[in-house]
């Protein structure tokens, strides 16, 4: 039922918009939380799957302002994640990146009163550039980009630790070819690797002016582009 079905799924994707939108300008304020739903109510459905979704990146305000992930944040993701299993993967590899991005969530969450204070290992490390080719396995950082944050890590980190050469040709190969949402979330592991003190293989800032120049119109891939700016704000002189 395709008509029945492409109303629900625009009201779920302006939903993780909205979030998007509210963690964006907590991020921009003072670090605090996003203020995502009133306590006092029940969470509609579209909210909690917008919260399911940004997973990880909702506690951007507080991580990279040093703060330990919010109580409220924390709950509502929580139950988010009980209403909305994670989804039937459709191949080994999307439930690969779906697993790892539930892992930074649920290191997060066990940060808190709402998690596991002792989560699962973590899920089986990705391939790496020797074994997808440098073009794939970038496609698959940008894919995991939710990681790139403070206090996370783990093999995927290890990986862009040592792959910085491939980030910075795949951030490259993705600005050329004017995809400017992986080019993002490139710059961004890119941007985690300098707090790291690594060398970069390239200038990260004129890839972000040139992003944030023409003007990119997902609020989400707008948050992206913000945590960048602010891992390359905390970096190492």
């Known amino acids: 039922m395709p008509f029945a079905e492409t109303p629900l799924r625009d009201e779920y994707a302006a939903a993780v918009e909205r979030v998007a ?4 300008d907590a991020l921009r304020g003072a670090g605090g939380a996003a203020a ?3 306590p006092d109510t029940a969470v509609p459905r579209p909210l909690l799957a917008a919260v399911r979704v940004l997973g990880a990146d909702l506690f951007t305000p507080q991580l990279l302002a040093g703060a330990e992930p919010d109580g409220p944040t924390a709950a509502l993701l929580a139950e988010a994640r009980r209403a909305f ?3 039937a993967p459709t191949s080994a590899e999307a439930a690969l990146v779906v697993a790892w991005q539930d892992w930074a969530a649920d290191r997060l969450l066990a940060r808190t009163p709402y998690g596991d204070p002792a989560p699962a290992s973590p899920p089986a490390p990705p391939p790496g550039p020797d074994d997808l080719g440098w073009q794939s396995w970038s496609v698959r950082m940008a894919q995991l980009s939710v990681l790139a944050l403070p206090g996370l890590d783990g093999p995927v980190h290890d990986a862009a630790r040592a792959g910085t050469a491939q980030l910075a040709h795949g951030t490259v190969r993705s600005m050329l070819r004017r995809d400017f949402t992986t080019a993002v979330r490139l710059a961004r592991w ?5 707090t790291e003190g690594l060398p970069l293989r390239l200038e990260v800032e004129p890839v972000l002016d040139r992003t944030h120049l023409v003007g990119i119109g997902a609020v989400r891939t707008r948050l992206e582009l913000a945590v960048s700016q602010r891992l390359l704000e905390g970096s190492p002189a």
């Open 21 to 24: 939108g509210r963690t964006l």
């Open 36 to 38: 995502l739903a009133d």
């Open 85 to 87: 299993p994670a989804p």
């Open 190 to 194: 890119l941007a985690w690797a300098s």
